[in-house]
């Protein structure tokens, strides 16, 4: 590995260090009672060195870290081509689900505590929301509606996920989000392919 490499290297384990840190300090004392300095100083680093990293206490919460947009990335080229895209985005949600498991719990409780907090987990999202609309845009086959309908995709995928976060009890454990995601999926095929064959008709 180079220098370039290990540098890299280096940072994603400083920013992981941190995220554990808070994980576990707000885990166990609450969220109002960790200041950043302490979560630096558990993580074996500076304050400056935090603020390297993330801008704020909930940042280091909420933000999407330096790894997600590869794991994105990856998520979404492991699904098949000729798979059908709402299999592909609920695989994707799975997946995501999967690699998160630590995280998500404190999330929902925090959101759950306070709606300043709930606001800034909408503002961080975005940058995850513009992923998956942007590569749903390319796995769609080119109509003249296929903008349209990518659109539609996008945003009833991610009415089903924020439905099933906050219908979510996290001390069920991640099996239950994930069966959560699972019905929301299938409680809209049907739709879906109505709706395919409604816009097909009027074309």
Known sequence: MGSSGLRQRKKLDTC????DSALGLIEERGYESVTIEEIAANAGVSKRTF???FSSKDAVIFDPGPAEPELWEHLAATRPVDESIWQSVEAFFLGYLEAHGDLLPLQKRLIASSPALA???RTTSSQFERFLSAWVGTRMPWS????YEAAVVTNAALAVLHVAFFT???ERGARQFEQLIRRGFDAVTPFQATD????????
Do not use: D, I
């Open 119 to 121: 606001q800034v987990a």
């Open 144 to 147: 003249p509606t296929a903008e």
């Open 16 to 19: 992981h260090a941190l995220r």
């Open 51 to 53: 603020f390297n990293y």
């Open 168 to 170: 979510w009890v996290p």
């Open 196 to 203: 395919s064959m409604s816009l097909e008709h009027s074309a």
